[in-house]
């Protein structure tokens, strides 16, 4: 028979075993982490790294006392468990077998979730872990939804049964403080489970029923997907059917199948798209703006609407963290800190502790207290987003303020791992080789420099498609939820739905990957898709013209019937969207991205610049923000090459040493751009050559 311990001591033996535990485990991850120290993000200059210094040792401790939290509750779980099993069948007490329980329940519950995620979400380990991850498809493919559900069910049967027999025990025993701590205990672990682990659907809010006046002044709900490519909707005719409820809204309004984005990186890209305006113009030029540029000298779209009424929000993952660096005048935003700041990326922790935290905060847990975990980049939040825009839909239901959300999330971005069973669609059934769940070996800009100048061949091409095609299936049929929620809200006769991207991808089809490194080609990059459900309109169609991403913001103005933006480059598509038999005469214009290192046949005299690692500087040490040296940026702008483009005519000008070199190309019949025609359509070319040129000399850098 063992002899009761009174509760306090229970408490207290149970307290200092898991601190002991919390604190020999995180221990170890720290040791680890410092073994190995790395870091999220671009390499910068020793000297820069010095700086911070003090505030590495703070990100780093501040990472420890989570995971030291962490640890210490769970083991408290394990302490419990052991004192009400011991009293249930009569044991008596051990200190060391109270520690191993709690060192269990720690393992137990990290090894369910590392196979929780290794399945759904195997993109969340990958991003942290340091040795190649096919080792561990074999442990994968025993894995699946059914043993995972059993494995959960059956810790959570045995914890049930020891607390049962525990609590009966103390019953009998008239240890009614015992029983009322456990109690208590159990409950405040019962009640942050279900808070942390909450799924339940969004409630459908009807909207207020409203007059033919309010019924002028329609909802916007944009829907933007990173890195999405114009030819993998129904319209392009791709191989595979991966977008029936995107088509399906297609059908009903109009889709621009020949949109281009001015500058084909994100934050740019976002920037024209909203102040309808050219690079040059407001100033986004890349994606490390200097902090004097976030206050945009021109008008945008979302400023306007806040003066008309609207009720204005952004939500986003970390891909669309320019939403609120960049100063749009959002009222609402659920969108990250800057994901280029050093201080961020230090926060994030080495990869050793980032791993074993990362597996806790992919919940409301960490978007609350570890947001820098939660939205770590290459971390799919595809499902928390479309559910968070449903929460808002319906909040915004009950309100009589007509609203505008952009909700913009990763979902499509490198290195493309979606959740289970996206990323398995299509990967062949014998697949071995290291993309089995991402496109790997590109967490760093290190990592995409040392691969920029390979070809084909250093990429597993195939697989890469294969799971970014799941991403895709994965991002329509979220948005099928949403148009389903926005239809049982009763609002979507009354809002306008606008599918957009901010770029698209290359595949190689241009001789190089990844987004706005060439303009040569049909540009899937520089493509992006577009389409524009006004519900007021009954029919859908297909506008095959030359159109651009500084055009939606002027068309959404003209829909809404407001005042149009005094600075923009671009114009309303609204006519052609009434009437199919407008002709527009647009011309593209667009400009490639920084680049990392040289380009892969790049011409010999090609302007050019030092790598990310000369380039980067920050010059606030306070805030940590990323920006280019300011002695390298008139160099970076100078040597962007320039495109114009107009139906299936494409004039692009190489910025070399010479000057700029000129190439005309037939898209329609040459769409690899491999024979210049400059010589061949003079009239064409010196059209063409005069428009690029005013666009190219109302650059204000290059006409200094």
Not at 75 to 87: D, H, I, N
Not at 122 to 140: K, M
Not at 172 to 190: E, G, K, M, N
Not at 435 to 464: C, H, W
Request: glycine share 6%; hydrophobic share 40%.
């Amino acid at each position: 028979m063992n002899t009761y311990l009174p509760l306090s001591t229970q408490i207290l033996q149970n307290l200092a075993s898991s601190a002991l535990v919390g604190a020999l485990v995180t221990a170890v991850l720290l040791y680890f982490s410092l073994r190995d120290h790395t870091r999220t993000g671009p390499r910068i200059k020793d000297e820069i790294a010095q700086h911070y210094a003090h505030y590495t040792v703070y990100a780093l401790a501040r990472l420890g006392m989570w995971c030291f939290i962490i640890c210490m509750a769970l083991a408290t779980v394990g302490g419990s468990l052991y004192f009400l099993a011991a009293q249930a069948l009569s044991l008596q007490y051990s200190s060391l077998v109270l520690f191993l329980a709690c060192l269990l329940s720690v393992a137990l519950v990290s090894t369910y979730l590392f196979s929780h995620y290794l399945l759904h979400i195997p993109s969340l380990l990958i991003s942290s872990v340091r040795f190649r991850f096919s080792r561990l498809t074999p442990f994968w493919k025993q894995l699946n939804p059914q043993r995972l559900k059993l494995a959960r069910w059956f810790l959570m049967l045995c914890v049930a049964g020891i607390y049962l027999a525990g609590f009966y025990q103390l019953i009998t025993l008239a240890q009614w403080p015992s029983a009322v701590f456990y109690t208590l205990q159990c409950a405040l672990y019962v009640c942050f489970y279900i808070w942390v682990t909450d799924t339940k659907s969004t409630p459908v809010t009807q909207a207020k029923p409203t007059s033919e006046a309010d019924k002028k002044t329609p909802n916007i709900l944009m829907i933007g997907s990173d890195t999405l490519r114009a030819d993998r909707l129904g319209a392009a005719d791709y191989v595979r059917n991966l977008t029936p409820n995107i088509d399906q809204l297609a059908e009903q309004g109009v889709t621009f199948s020949n949109c281009y984005t001015p500058l084909a990186r994100t934050a740019p890209s976002l920037t024209s798209l909203f102040t309808g305006t050219w690079p040059h113009k407001h100033g986004i030029r890349t994606n490390y703006p200097y902090a004097d540029q976030l206050a945009l000298p021109v008008d945008n779209l979302i400023e306007t609407l806040n003066e008309a009424g609207y009720e204005t929000a952004a939500i986003a993952d970390w891909a669309g963290a320019d939403l609120a660096k960049i100063n749009f005048g959002f009222t609402q935003n659920s969108v990250p800190d800057d994901q280029w700041n050093l201080k961020y990326l230090l926060r994030q922790g080495p990869a050793t502790i980032r791993l074993f935290l990362s597996l806790f905060c992919h919940n409301r847990f960490g978007k609350k207290c570890l947001p820098e975990l939660y939205y770590l980049a290459g971390i799919p939040l595809t499902k928390q987003l479309f559910s968070d825009t449903r929460t808002l839909i319906s909040e915004m239901a009950d309100k009589d303020q007509p609203f505008f959300i952009n909700l913009f999330t990763a979902t499509t971005h490198v290195p493309f791992g979606s959740d289970y069973p996206y990323y398995n669609l299509f990967t062949p059934s014998n697949y071995s080789g290291d993309s089995q769940f991402i496109m790997t070996k590109l967490a760093s800009p290190e990592e995409i420099m040392e691969k920029q100048v390979l070809g084909p061949e250093a990429f597993d091409v195939p697989q890469i498609l294969n799971l970014y095609d799941g991403c895709v299936v994965q991002f329509d049929e979220e948005v099928g939820k949403l148009i389903t929620h926005l239809e049982a809200c009763g609002l979507a006769d009354n809002t306008i739905v606008v599918i957009y991207s901010d770029h698209g991808a290359d595949f190689f089809e241009t001789g190089s990957w990844g987004q706005g490194n060439t303009l040569m080609g049909s540009d899937p990059s520089g493509k992006v898709p577009l389409i524009i459900h006004d519900p007021r309109q009954a029919h859908g169609h297909i506008v095959g013209q030359t159109t651009r991403t500084i055009d939606v913001a002027p068309t959404l103005l003209e829909l809404l019937q407001l005042p149009a933006l005094k600075t923009a480059d671009g114009v309303s598509l609204a006519p052609v969207m009434r009437s199919p038999e407008v002709v527009l005469g647009l011309f593209a214009y667009q400009e490639t991205g920084l680049w990392l290192s040289p380009m892969p046949g790049a011409h010999p005299q090609h302007l050019c610049y030092p790598n990310i690692l000369e380039l980067l500087d920050i010059p606030n040490k306070n805030t940590g923000m990323l920006c280019i040296k300011k002695e390298f940026y008139t160099q970076v702008i100078k040597a962007k090459d320039r495109a114009l483009s107009h139906d299936d005519w494409k004039l692009i000008a190489l910025a070399t040493d010479t000057g700029m070199l000129y190439r005309l190309y037939d898209l329609k019949n040459d769409p690899d751009c491999s024979h210049n025609i400059a010589d061949s359509q003079p009239v064409i070319f010196t059209r063409m050559k005069a428009r690029l040129d005013a666009l190219i000399n109302d650059d204000p850098i290059v006409h200094n």
